[in-house]
């Protein structure tokens, strides 16, 4: 028979009704806490206090930028896990993009994100996925790829190719947009098929990343499209003659399309078809802001005007001015605007055009020199027009000035490289956001001659000038060489001897200087530190990310 005491306590109490039953729970001590103040050192009972949420009195704009720095979907997840009020923050950002890979994440895992999207089982998706990227479902026709111990486990998630790919995409209700890299093995006909029955997709990204020239990827399937991009991976070789038709159709069942990017070529009965050849049935609603398109598209001057009345942005090499020129020029004599134009390459026809209207906002020159047919002397002029006449014309609203640095294996200039009197033409443009433009910097080392003049601009005076440009917030530090000795021995010398002056390099304060350098793959920042005699100096050092 068990103790009086002890019988006592393990009798249950008189049941109580209502707020009396409420007062009676909070006074009496849970059999726990007595245990805890029987064997504690102090007779007074211990108190839970609660943690305050100091992460959630920070602005919510700062803490977008501060989760946006967590790459690592797993990290995201292991916050969620920490208290209530992340798990709901954090909910969309992690269920808001969906990656199959069963390459990188095993057939298995692939498999179970499959049934459970096709079972209804992972709500989350279909609520919050807005963006899928799919980059291998390989696995389930080529067991080697396995990342599981036994092959033979992919014998049993073949089935799912016939009864739960096409429901697993069909349950992402409110997805919008599609990054696929294409491959010949996959199912990608089931996997088009599914997608093109989502009414809320609007983006479909395409590159063609294991690809055979006699594959069809059936494009027709698509509609309501706003946004359609073809894009060349590991497959450099044209497409079938059978796409062109299937885009055709996809453009006509597209009435909202206004970004086209068509970065692969395509065979045609009469070669390369032009832009004029896939936009020739239309709709009469679409009206195209931005454009993606090889030269050859632009080659036979078809231009499909009504469908380019609302052009704002277009992105093309523009390597070859006899194939483009035609196309700048009928874009200034119908006066039609951009505000942001990326090439390759610069041609005489597209510094007229650049000169003829003010209102550009972003320039981007990904090749610091002239189209194939220009000749070199030319560039030097070319590029005089676009610091002295250009950048002037569109100084009240340029946002991004890039030009891209390279290496010239002689004794030439570099017409791109930055002179004072270049460097005063981009100090006028106050509302400067981006800013890329190479300069001369070279170290001379033993036993390397070098005939090249020293840069007329030195890293100091360029920095410090940038700081009177009140809203640039990235500054692409590049290098540009001409040089007939020294090889890579002299780029690598130049390049340490660089970042080693801009490590070195002390600014007033953080406020002065508000831009982030980017110099080979690096990001810099200023940050405080204390020198060796324990004082405050502001210098730049590497950070993670813009």
Not at 43 to 72: A, H, K, M, W
Not at 307 to 336: C, G, K, Q, Y
Request: with cysteine.
């Amino acid at each position: 028979m068990a103790p009086k005491w002890n019988r006592k306590m393990l009798q249950p109490s008189p049941p109580a009704d209502g707020l009396e039953a409420a007062e009676a729970r909070s006074r009496r001590p849970s059999f726990t806490e007595r245990i805890a103040r029987a064997f504690s050192k102090s007779n007074e009972p211990r108190r839970c206090t609660e943690q305050p949420g100091r992460l959630f009195s920070l602005p919510f704009e700062l803490l977008d930028q501060i989760f946006d720095e967590v790459e690592s979907k797993k990290d995201l997840c292991n916050l969620r896990r920490t208290c209530i009020e992340l798990n709901e923050y954090l909910l969309e950002r992690v269920f808001e993009e969906l990656i199959i890979d069963s390459v990188a994440r095993g057939s298995h895992s692939t498999g179970y994100l499959l049934k459970a999207l096709s079972s209804g089982k992972a709500p989350a998706c279909s609520a919050l996925t807005k963006t899928l990227r799919i980059h291998n479902l390989l696995i389930f026709s080529a067991p080697s790829q396995s990342n599981w111990q036994n092959p033979n486990q992919d014998a049993r998630l073949m089935p799912l190719q016939g009864y739960c790919i096409a429901p697993a995409l069909k349950a992402l209700d409110n997805l919008k947009r599609v990054y696929w890299n294409l491959k010949i093995k996959d199912p990608y006909s089931i996997m088009a098929e599914a997608l093109a029955t989502l009414p809320s997709l609007e983006e479909l990204h395409i590159t063609f990343d294991h690809w055979v020239p006699t594959s069809h990827f059936p494009f027709e399937k698509f509609s309501h499209l706003k946004l359609l991009s073809l894009e060349a991976g590991d497959y450099k070789s044209p497409l079938s003659h059978t796409v062109t038709a299937a885009l055709k159709k996809a453009i006509q069942a597209s009435p909202q399309l206004t970004d086209l990017r068509l970065g692969v070529e395509i065979e045609f009965a009469s070669g390369q078809p032009s832009l004029g050849d896939l936009l020739s049935e239309a709709g009469p609603g679409v009206r195209l802001t931005h454009v993606r398109a090889l030269d050859s598209y632009w080659s036979k001057g078809q231009y499909p005007w009504d469908a380019l009345s609302n052009l704002s942005s277009i992105d093309m090499p523009n390597n070859f001015s006899s194939r483009t020129s035609s196309f700048w020029e009928h874009l200034t004599s119908r006066r039609v605007q951009l505000t942001s134009v990326t090439v390759h390459s610069i041609s005489p026809a597209l510094v007229a055009y650049l000169k003829s209207y003010s209102g550009l906002q972003s320039l981007y020159i990904k090749k610091a020199g002239g189209s194939v047919d220009v000749e070199h002397p030319q560039w030097t002029e070319l590029a005089a027009e676009v610091y002295m006449q250009v950048l002037p014309k569109h100084r009240a609203t340029l946002r991004v000035f890039w030009v891209e640095a390279r290496c010239g294996w002689s004794d030439a200039e570099e017409p791109f490289v930055l002179r004072p009197r270049y460097w005063e033409a981009v100090l006028q443009c106050g509302q400067l956001r981006k800013l890329s433009a190479p300069l001369y910097y070279h170290k001379r080392g033993p036993g390397i001659r070098n005939s090249i003049k020293p840069a007329s601009i030195t890293l100091a005076d360029y920095l410090n000038s940038l700081t009177s440009l009140r809203y640039l917030r990235e500054v692409h530090i590049g290098l540009a060489f001409a040089m007939s000795e020294g090889g890579m021995g002299l780029i690598q010398l130049s390049k340490d001897a660089l970042y080693e002056e801009l490590m070195d390099m002390r600014v007033p304060d953080q406020e002065t200087f508000k831009f982030r350098i980017k110099m080979f793959d690096e990001v810099l920042s200023v940050v405080r530190l204390k020198d060796s005699c324990r004082n405050t100096v502001y210098c730049f050092r590497p950070c993670f990310s813009l």
